[in-house]
């Protein structure tokens, strides 16, 4: 197990504003697989997952890393192992830094002592693999690549120091329908790469989840109301606010 998460509670607020936006979730990533991780739009699912990668502190429950309690040395393992992607991908790469410059960054933070050959084929390594000519893009700006080609860039960023963990928050909500295909097959090169790495995946897309996700963990009003094989929890849902949502995006 990678992650495990038990009994996770959250508050955010102070005094008479304070509010519970997790309600004891507990959550398991594997080693090699995608949980997505689904739900409307204030269910916690943004929460759940920054609580899981130690980026926010849980107010109860713990959460453990390859077996280990998340603080200290650990929190500290886990942050530098994990690669995020977030919904917005000019969010991630620098507007005055060229793409190679910045898929190279983590390589460059992490391993100061590679030459410039090592790292500049690592970038020219994960650049294929979401389907971006080197050639034409490493010189490239943020500014003049389409979002679609944005969020493949940031992906290969997120992806090139090969980290155990990798956290896709809502990757494709700003894409557009044929960008999203592409994007879709460079998350399943990337499992081909590095099949021991476990993703988890936020998305309010039922269609995008039921083609990345081996699991699935549903989130309603900050409690994990039910969670099972993809096809289970899609086909022969149990709980009535999963039946609503498949519902919903079937019609």
């Not at 943020?142 to 944005?150: C, H, I, N, R, T």
Request: charged share 25%; net charge negative; glycine share 10%.
């Amino acid at each position: 197990m990678v992650l495990r998460g038990r009994g996770l509670d959250k508050w955010y607020g102070a005094k008479h504003d304070r509010r519970q936006v997790l309600f004891g979730v507990d959550a398991d990533v594997r080693a090699g697989e995608c949980l997505a991780v689904i739900g409307g739009s204030g269910s916690g699912k943004t929460t759940l997952t920054r609580v899981l990668l130690g980026l926010e502190s849980a107010d109860g429950g713990s959460v453990e890393y390859c077996g280990e309690p998340v603080r200290g040395d650990v929190a500290h393992s886990l942050r530098l192992q994990s690669g995020l992607v977030f919904q917005s991908p000019f969010d991630s790469l620098d507007p005055r830094w060229r793409i190679g410059r910045s898929i190279g960054e983590p390589l460059r933070m992490h391993h100061p002592d590679w030459p410039r050959e090592r790292v500049a084929e690592r970038v020219t390594e994960v650049l294929e693999m979401v389907s971006l000519d080197p050639g034409t893009f490493v010189n490239r700006f943020p500014v003049d690549l389409s979002g679609g080609q944005a969020q493949r860039a940031a992906i290969a960023r997120a992806i090139v120091d090969k980290p155990k963990m990798l956290l896709a928050d809502e990757p494709m909500s700003a894409i557009d329908v044929a960008a999203r295909v592409r994007i879709l097959d460079a998350f399943v090169a990337i499992r081909e790469s590095q099949p021991d790495m476990a993703i988890i995946m936020v998305s309010h897309d039922l269609g995008v989840v039921q083609h990345i996700a081996d699991r699935i963990l549903v989130l309603h009003d900050g409690r994990a109301v039910e969670v099972g094989p993809t096809d289970q929890v899609l086909g022969h849902p149990q709980d009535e606010y999963t039946k609503r949502l498949v519902q919903a995006a079937s019609l």
